[in-house]
Nanobody, 124 residues
């Protein structure tokens, strides 16, 4: 498995931006689809975005499409999530996840490696 460590969470006002990063180690990073999920208090974890191993294919949930951008740097073994126009509903713990293979997925069960999560809080 690949080990994942997220960073970049914090407190931001509505309308603001944050950039999350996830550093991977332990396996060949470019063999993995990378994804971001989030879990709000009292809710189930949900898909946010995913990116193919080459970075050429991305997928977003409808709730973040047009506001968030996922990207990766295979030379640095990192994946990032640039979040813009944040709203209080975006408040959640954000998790980085890795999936072996080339096809992106929005299903939590497809991702075998997970980070510990980073808190994002958006104030109104």
């Amino acid at each position: 498995q690949v080990q994942l460590v997220e960073s970049g969470g914090g407190l931001v006002q509505a309308g603001g931006s944050l950039r999350l990063s996830c550093a991977a180690s332990g396996r060949t990073f470019s063999n993995y689809v990378m994804g971001w999920f989030r879990q709000a208090p009292g809710k189930e974890r949900e898909f946010v975005a995913a990116i193919s191993p080459s970075g050429g294919v991305t997928r977003y949930s409808d709730s973040v499409k047009g506001r968030f951008t996922i990207s990766r740097d295979n030379a640095k073994n990192t994946v990032s999530l640039q979040m813009g126009n944040l709203q209080p509903d975006d408040t959640a713990v954000y998790y980085c996840a890795a999936k072996v293979g080339v096809y992106t997925s929005n299903y939590e069960r497809d991702f075998g490696s997970w980070g510990q999560g980073t808190q994002v809080t958006v104030s109104s």
